[in-house]
Structure formats: C-alpha cells, structure tokens
C-alpha cells in the first residue's frame, strides 16, 4: 500500500512539475546537468531500503543511465509526446516568480514550487552508485529516459480522462 501511494503521487507531481516548470524557467545553455530516474526505479529503490536495514541514517545517489541537459531532456520530452516545444531564451531567470506561476496553476504549493525551481539552476549528477551494496538495481537495470517517458505516459493514459489531467498534466 506505501508503494501504491508513492507511485500515484510521484507520478502526479512529476507529470506536473515536469509539463509545467520544465516548459518554462529553465536554463538552455547547456551547462546544468541531470540524470533522470523513471520513477518505478526510484519506488523499487525506496521499497528496498525500507526493507534493508543497514540503509538506514545513510544517503545515496540514484539516476538512471542517461546523462543530459534540461533542454535535451524538453527536447526529447516534447518528440515522444508529439508536440511542438518552444524555447524562449530570457535574460533573466527569476525561480521566484516561477514558483509564483506554478504554485497559481498546478497543485503544487508555492512553497515546494520555489526550492523545486531553483533546483533546476543545479547540475544533478550521481557521484556514487553505493546503494548497489545494498540492494540490487531494479530487475533489467534502470530506466533510460525515453522508456521512463512512454513508461509515466502509459500510467497516465491508463488512469482515464477523468484522472489524468489531475494526475498526470
């Protein structure tokens, strides 16, 4: 039942976090970084620290196995969705009104908006792969990115009309 709600309401913040601040507030210059993790990788992980105790108190890394930047990540977002992405370069990145935006038309909170956006500014990299010592990876390895994609898009299609613009957009 945790994992059931883990995975219901990752995939609704993710899906709206991603279709909403991804599309606006990000930087395109090529030189932040991340490391997407499909998110039943992140729930198969979680689940197994939760069963292995000697996790406990420590921190790791977990990401999948595509390396981009936020730009090529809309970019590739965008084709496997089928829709038509525009970037619009401003000179100013301003994470408050940002999380002003998304905190007024998703169902995140401002507060969680804000940190969230400013987020994007950071290159998020895995430097350690240790949670390997103490559970496996998920069954076939991680995710890669345009897998996850269809993966999180299937979820949402399955979840019908009525719940998919609450859950997934």
């Given at each position: 039942e945790v994992v059931e709600v883990l995975e219901r309401e990752t995939?609704?913040?993710?899906?709206?976090?991603?279709e909403q601040v991804g599309s606006?507030?990000?930087?395109?210059?090529?030189?932040v970084f991340a490391q997407p993790i499909a998110v039943g990788d992140v729930i198969a992980y979680l689940a197994g620290c939760?069963?292995?105790?000697?996790?406990?108190?420590?921190?790791?890394?977990?990401?999948?196995?595509?390396?981009?930047?936020?730009?090529e990540m809309m970019?590739?977002?965008a084709a496997l969705e089928g829709k038509r992405l525009w970037i619009i370069p401003v000179?100013?990145?301003s994470p408050w009104l940002s999380s002003l935006w998304v905190g007024g038309i998703?169902?995140?909170?401002?507060?969680l908006a804000r940190p969230l956006v400013e987020s994007l500014r950071n290159t998020v990299v895995c430097r350690e792969h240790d949670?390997?010592?103490?559970?496996?990876?998920?069954?076939?390895?991680?995710t890669p990115y345009d897998a996850a994609v269809e993966l999180a898009d299937a979820f949402c299609r399955a979840s019908g009309p009525e719940r998919t613009a609450a859950i997934c957009y």
């Open positions: 995939h609704r913040f993710v899906g709206t976090y991603f606006g507030w990000v930087r395109v210059d090529g030189t939760l069963e292995e105790p000697r996790t406990a108190g420590k921190t790791f890394d977990i990401g999948g196995p595509d390396i981009m930047t936020y730009k970019e590739r977002f000179p100013v990145l998703t169902p995140v909170p401002g507060a949670i390997a010592a103490y559970i496996p990876d998920p069954p076939g390895g991680v």
